[in-house]
């Protein structure tokens, strides 16, 4: 019996080790953390992909107030009905703003032609998704098209793509798109000068759809006849909105006949991407934590890339809606500093393969939104996405990590703002500091910030020195305390949190010499902006 309880003891005893370090402040991180060192190439002789110069997209969801999952309503007043903010989408601009959701397709748009009150969702749970219809009222409409211009922001507004249609028992969705109503919306926009990104047709609806399905081949009618609308709508001008669907999850067979069906119709193909399961799932922090779990995404990129190569359009993708764990998300975790791991691999992984534009489910609303529900204050993803918009440009480079370690994700781009190159660098091990040296094709470039002793020194040149070929700028990113949930992130050891006035706080670089390799902390983030690397590709 005694031997028995010591093997349990010592199983016990492995498995709060293993766990531990999700919870470990940071100093007890650096304290008990190995340091190994590893390799990061470069290839800068041609770009393998590009993305688009506002690739930093965001959501504006329809959800109500009393929206709730799993006993909790995360939504408060951050419906498209409610909603109003403006510096936080000004940081970003230009940003792109896509209005949809699972109540997109229950959305009628108040009309001249229609005799029907224009009244809001209401719940009800014998309706798909528990609400009713639902209206946009236009004077609403008017609120929101002034907010967005004062902000800057690309706005792509998802229409309802159910309209007409007659829904079966087993959730096909018979007949084809009455497009009567989002033609007056649109006409409307028009007339009133308001100026639109993307209309995109649908949510949910490709494969077997959320709630109820079409078929790729009806749905290819209903875009050619959308082209149709939009082409003779905005005759005379210059630039045009994309027509941008089927905003929906990822089915080859769909996808190709889809596209096949819609060569000259088609700008942009949105797919949505919740690869971590439901936010009630316990096990979120360690999908996060798990590189071959987050590999498994990069075979949807990749089928995605392959038969927009293979067929006639020029159409391009995007990811439309992207939130990491359906059902609202899951507070703190999808809203704290761990879900920047997930989010900012995300994006790195997505560039690689050629997307254009990926969209963060939410901006607000929800437990995945860049910016507290209640508060407006951003969680961390927000100065995640803010630092990508800033030093990430379109101009993807193929880079690789070589190490002992399967916990570095490496990712580089050209600079947004120099001919140099930016490396964003993620360390999935809470006990090991990884010492990286870089070099590229072309260009020396290796180095930055060692850490000789175990607590972390965030000031090893002052903001003052001279940048020249010998330094470089690196922003370190961590969680208050160490703790992997907390909302509060930490910049180069400060935290980073809006002043009395709500201004975002000054993304301030360090200066590290070039000499040195750029050390990744246990469980930390790095972007490191090597201007001095200048490459082919860059140039």
């Known amino acids: 019996m005694g031997s028995l309880f010591n093997l349990l003891f010592l199983c016990f005893s492995l498995f709060w080790l293993n766990h531990s370090s999700l919870l470990a402040d940071s100093q007890s991180t650096k304290e008990f953390a190995n340091f190994i060192d590893g390799n990061v190439f470069i290839n800068g002789t041609v770009s393998i992909a590009r993305t688009d110069d506002n690739f930093i997209c965001a959501t504006l969801d329809w959800w109500p107030p009393d929206k709730c999952d799993y006993g909790t309503c995360s939504w408060g007043r951050a419906s498209v009905l409610n909603l109003n903010l403006i510096v936080f989408i000004a940081a970003l601009s230009p940003l792109k703003i896509r209005i949809g959701g699972t109540l997109q397709d229950k959305v009628m748009y108040e009309s001249r032609d229609s005799h029907k009150p224009c009244t809001p969702f209401v719940k009800n749970t014998s309706e798909m998704f528990a609400f009713s219809q639902g209206c946009l009222p236009m004077s609403r409409w008017d609120e929101l098209n002034i907010f967005f211009r004062q902000a800057g922001a690309d706005v792509i507004f998802g229409l309802n793509a159910l309209n007409g249609r007659i829904i079966k028992s087993d959730g096909s969705a018979l007949g084809a798109w009455d497009s009567s109503n989002a033609e007056s919306l649109i006409r409307y926009t028009v007339n009133k000068g308001y100026r639109i990104f993307g209309w995109e047709l649908g949510n949910e609806l490709s494969g077997n759809g959320v709630g109820t399905r079409v078929g790729a081949d009806q749905y290819a009618d209903d875009i050619n006849s959308l082209q149709n609308i939009v082409q003779n709508i905005y005759t005379g001008f210059k630039i045009k909105p ?26 942009a193909v949105t797919h949505h991407i919740y690869n971590l399961g439901p936010g009630v799932d316990d096990h979120l922090s360690a999908k996060i934590l798990d590189s071959s779990y987050l590999d498994m995404e990069s075979q949807t990129f990749s089928n995605l890339q392959r038969i927009l190569k293979s067929s006639a359009t020029s159409a391009v993708a995007w990811v439309g809606e992207a939130g990491g764990a359906y059902n609202s998300g899951r507070n703190l975790v999808t809203n704290s500093f761990i879900f920047s791991f997930w989010y900012l691999d ?58 002992t370690t399967t916990k570095i994700r490496a990712y580089a781009h050209c600079s947004k703002e120099s001919q140099g190159v930016t490396l964003l660098l993620i360390n999935l091990d809470g006990s090991t500091t990884v010492r990286v040296q870089v070099s590229t094709e072309n260009a020396a470039s290796n180095g930055a910030l060692t850490i000789r002793e175990q607590r972390t020194n965030f000031a090893r040149m002052s903001r003052d020195s001279k940048i020249d070929g010998r330094t470089r700028k690196e922003y370190h990113l961590t969680a208050k305390d160490g703790d992997l949930h907390s909302q509060i992130m930490l910049l180069n050891g400060k935290v980073l949190a809006v002043n009395s006035s709500g201004d975002i706080p000054p993304l301030e670089p360090i200066y590290v010499s070039m000499m040195d390799p750029i050390t990744v902390a246990p469980f930390s983030i790095v972007f490191a902006e090597l201007s001095s690397a200048v490459l082919p590709a860059c140039a």
């Not at 080859?252 to 006949?257: L, P, R, V």
């Not at 596209?259 to 700008?267: N, V």
């Open 242 to 267: 994309l027509v941008i669907a089927p905003g929906g999850f990822f089915d080859a067979n769909w996808f190709t006949e889809f596209i096949d069906r819609t060569p000259k119709s088609l700008q």
């Open 346 to 403: 995300q994006l790195g992984m997505a560039s690689t393969y050629d997307t254009k534009t990926y969209c963060r489910q939410t901006l607000i609303g929800g437990n995945y939104g860049l910016l507290n529900t209640n508060t407006f204050v951003p969680n961390p993803d927000y100065y995640s996405a803010l630092l990508w918009h800033r030093l990430m440009g379109s101009n993807v480079l193929h880079t690789s990590f070589s190490g």
